[in-house]
């Protein structure tokens, strides 16, 4: 909601709206939306909350272009048509050894808290860059879901943890549990 034009929530006020976790309905409803339905905090989860009421129907989903195809591929399987509203877009930085070591201040990094698949193979990669993997050695790695941890290189024996549920507090508790 943070990221879509004003002009389209208004189109949109008048519409069922369905989200895929409570932070999410907030939003929306600050938005001016009506949700009827809140998932769990999981795509796939919400796919199959509505897929019963919505077969036949168009759904129109306000999405990053970066994303998961569960939520689209689940729908389409119950012949539910997904119409994708790209409303952001996740770039890559690519800050030289450098600017990034200056940035670290020369001190080791704790914890890294990581919310998608992308930004799991992002870390990955930066952690191989061979003047900054010093300052990852005991980093411990969050992540969101099992699906982003999936996304994680394999380097992180005993240091990958998995929030316990796909949404922000659990991975924050998981950041209070590593101090």
Request: aromatic fraction near 6%.
């Amino acid at each position: 909601m943070r990221h879509a034009p004003a002009d389209l929530l208004a189109q949109l006020s008048n519409l069922p709206c369905h989200v895929v976790g409570p932070k999410t309905a907030g939003a929306a409803r600050a938005a001016g939306l009506s949700v009827v339905k809140t998932g769990s905090g999981d795509a796939r989860q919400l796919a199959e909350l509505i897929a019963p009421g919505l077969a036949g129907k168009t759904v129109l989903y306000l999405c990053g272009r970066v994303r998961s195809a569960d939520f689209e591929t689940y729908l389409a399987g119950e012949a539910v048509k997904v119409l994708p509203v790209e409303t952001y877009d996740t770039l890559p930085v690519d800050y030289p050894g450098k600017v990034a070591a200056t940035q670290l201040a020369g001190q080791p990094v704790a914890a890294v808290l990581l919310y998608s698949a992308k930004a799991a193979r992002a870390y990955s990669t930066l952690v191989q860059r061979p003047e900054l993997a010093r300052y990852f050695e005991e980093t411990r790695v969050l992540a969101l879901s099992a699906r982003v941890a999936q996304a994680v290189s394999t380097g992180f024996p005993g240091r990958l943890a998995v929030a316990a549920r796909p949404d922000e507090d659990a991975l924050l508790a998981l950041l209070g549990a590593a101090e």
